[in-house]
C-alpha cells in the first residue's frame, strides 16, 4: 500500500511540475485541465514500467553471470 501511494504521489507531481511543458512538448496530450493528458502519462507509464524493469532485471543478470 505503501508503494502505491508513492508512485500515484509521483505521477502526480510529475504532472504538476512538467504539466506546461508537456503541454507544449508533447501536443497530442493536449490540455492537462481536460483530463486526457493525465490519464494518457499514467497509461504510458504503467506500460513501460514492466519493459524498463524487464530491461533492469535482465542488465542485472548479466552482468552477475559476467563477473561470477
Known amino acids: 500500500m505503501k508503494r502505491l501511494l ?3 504521489v509521483g505521477i502526480w ?3 504538476y511540475e512538467f504539466g ?3 503541454g507544449q ?3 497530442s496530450i493536449g490540455s492537462m485541465n481536460s483530463g486526457y493528458g493525465v490519464w494518457q502519462i ?3 507509464v504503467l506500460l ?3 519493459i524498463v524493469v524487464g ?3 535482465a542488465g542485472c543478470d548479466l552482468l552477475s553471470w559476467v563477473f561470477d
Open 6 to 8: 508513492t508512485i500515484a
Open 13 to 15: 507531481l510529475g504532472c
Open 20 to 22: 506546461d511543458t508537456l
Open 25 to 27: 512538448f508533447l501536443p
Open 42 to 44: 499514467v497509461m504510458l
Open 48 to 50: 513501460a514500467t514492466p
Open 55 to 57: 530491461a533492469v532485471v
